[in-house]
DNA sequence: TTGAAAGCGCTAACAT
DNA sequence: ATGTTAGCGCTTTCAA
């Protein structure tokens, strides 16, 4: 490996010469030695060792990311355009982990970036705890929280970025009710993260705010948390066994997110159900695939690249050494971009008319 | 950030002292000693600063995976497989990149990694031109590439892990043959990897061996190529209208990979077609995704978590200094796991008969 | 305008 | 059994 060592020598001058031109303080430097230098470098390929100048300076082009699962396709995306503005924006790479939801891990992957040098970290997390964040950033860390919104009244040195998850709710539930549905239901996996229980709330407000709220349920999948992954079918036909066998049964249900509206359409389809002539759907994300099932998902859309480029930039900007008290203001809400209305949404069927479903095989009853 | 010293002073012994307990070299030292460190470390909170001792040792526990893109599901399913081997095996965390196949961003990559001292790394790449890896071997990475093949003959010095595709395609093919369809088509993104031939050669070995070779034919999607993201509907619907309109339209198609499937079934849905009633179509991968699919998509599961960990350990054992130039040996190619049967393959609509669809608005004709 | 030198936090000979 | 010390490759005063 060659070292700024090998430069100087090549070019006939200092390291610290090298090393200016490295940085950019070529104002005070005569030309042809500036030319030497720069001779000297592409001669032999020389590529500044990030280590070392990290151990000098403290400061390393990396970006923690922390997601609750890389195979979660929403994730994913996100990722992407975080990735994308924080490489072409910053020239940072990013060091991605998976959670799982669970705190230690979360620790343990701050613990670790800490250790690398990593000072600036997104964490798309909505554990109710945020010690263990807190923690990294009196130890010198930038985080910004992504889906969780700050606590109120209570001043927190970590910024907040997320979608107006109640409006969204509400966005998708009023599209149903305008429908004429009457019977809602609100699909989710279980475990109740802050977003989750937004997305609720605007759920419960729409249906209120149409006089319907003795029809609006809420229904979880039970415990099972991993859904990025292939239990998602599992997930999606168990709380079609509950909606389907729900007393006065829901025409219309609001998904949680986009990858939970396919699961439970598939889920449906084997519950003898059919989207939307029996029951209707809508999900949140707007993610892509959402434009591939069948019918293709009517669904909320979220400004993900919006967002993404918000993150990135709270996360990497220089923090003012005390601005960092003055919080309240580090919160940045995001309303959902629109409702994109494709073929999962159909006016309720009539009572007991000929849209009524076979009777599916109950084994479960909310 | 505490650091060594502080250690080493509340304990009251020498930094090598420190040193010694946090790499285990414990068994000549006095118990008392070692608890006394020990014990320093637990009251000062240390954690060892990585990039200190990476600047010594030349290691740091880094893992840099590039794909194509993290916004596609198939990758980012890898990429969670092989960040649990990863960390859970080895402590490793994973840098990752998207390189969106061109080459320019893998150099890129490649270079940051090396500043960084990252010295092991997978490569998704399918670009046919390896040259840049082999010169980040030479700089001293271990990088092992996925799906991709070693050419014949042509030792190299990166490691090669891949799912066997040409089996794979060859296993989608015979299932549709087994069924009675005679006018296959292989659906694909356009741009010619190494994978997507191989995939193409199985399709075409499997008609040829039913004597339907005539009938064989492979589709591509024009110049789309960042298919993991929203235009896969696009390439699914240009995709299906080439194919409704084929001369003697094909009743079975294989698709290069399960989200090119899914595209491709939405946009048959569009031109009219039905799956299976009109067209058949089975998948590639094995994707959860394609669980969750109306119809539900039949597809060949390749092994990936199994590649994962290959992948991984390739990565990550310690080269024996030379035994790098020994190659040949160095590929390892995994059958498929199993073909995934489920809905959306049926035996072809009689000629003329009932299943006849109606005619798409054609737009363009290959 | 350029160079010498002192570290950043850690490891690993080499001493003791 | 433990301590001393010389770097790893770079940045950055401070001198020249």
Same mark, same amino acid.
């Given at each position: ?36 230098? +720069? ?7 020389? &590529? ?39 490489? +072409? ?21 701050? /613990? ?6 990593? &000072? ?46 109640? /409006? ?5 539930? /009023? ?32 249906? /209120? ?158």
């Amino acid at each position: 490996m060659t070292t700024i060592q090998d430069v100087a020598r090549h070019a006939g001058v200092s390291v610290s010469t090298v090393s200016n031109v490295l940085n950019g303080r070529t104002d005070q430097m005569r030309a042809d030695t500036l030319a030497r230098v +720069e001779h000297a470098i592409k001669m032999l390929q020389f &590529r500044p060792n990030k280590l070392a100048r990290q151990l000098k300076t403290g400061q390393t082009p990396l970006l923690g990311l922390l997601v609750p699962s890389m195979a979660n396709p929403m994730y994913s995306y996100i990722a992407r355009e975080i990735e994308a503005i924080a490489q +072409e924006r910053f020239g940072y790479r990013l060091v991605i982990g998976s959670t799982h939801r669970t705190s230690d891990r979360e620790a343990s992957f701050f /613990e670790d970036l800490l250790a690398h040098g990593v &000072r600036h970290v997104i964490v798309i997390s909505s554990l109710s705890d945020e010690r263990h964040i807190e923690l990294a950033v009196e130890r010198g860390m930038t985080v910004v929280s992504y889906d969780r919104p700050a606590t109120l009244g209570q001043p927190s040195l970590i910024e907040h970025v997320t979608p107006d998850n109640f /409006e969204a709710a509400r966005l998708a539930t /009023e599209h149903l009710i305008r429908y004429g549905h009457t019977r809602l239901a609100f699909a989710t996996v279980s475990g109740m993260t802050m977003s989750r229980s937004n997305k609720i709330r605007g759920f419960l407000a729409a249906a /209120e705010h149409a006089g319907i709220q003795a029809g609006a349920h809420v229904f979880d999948s039970g415990p099972l948390e991993d859904y990025g992954d292939s239990v998602i079918a599992e997930v999606g036909y168990a709380l079609a066994l509950q909606i389907a066998n729900a007393p006065a049964r829901p025409t219309g249900v609001v998904a949680v997110n986009d990858l939970l509206a396919l699961g439970l359409m598939a889920g449906l389809r084997e519950t003898g159900l059919q989207v939307p002539r029996d029951v209707s759907v809508v999900g949140i994300d707007g993610h892509f695939l959402s434009a591939l099932s069948n019918p293709m998902l009517t669904t909320v859309e979220l400004p993900v690249p919006e967002m993404a480029r918000a993150m990135v930039e709270r996360a990497l900007r220089r923090r003012d050494a005390n601005t960092e008290v003055e919080a309240t203001g580090c919160e940045a809400i995001f309303p959902p971009t629109r409702l994109i209305e494709r073929e999962s949404v159909a006016p309720p069927p009539q009572e007991g008319g000929p849209g009524a479903p076979q009777q599916p095989s109950a084994t479960r009853n909310p």
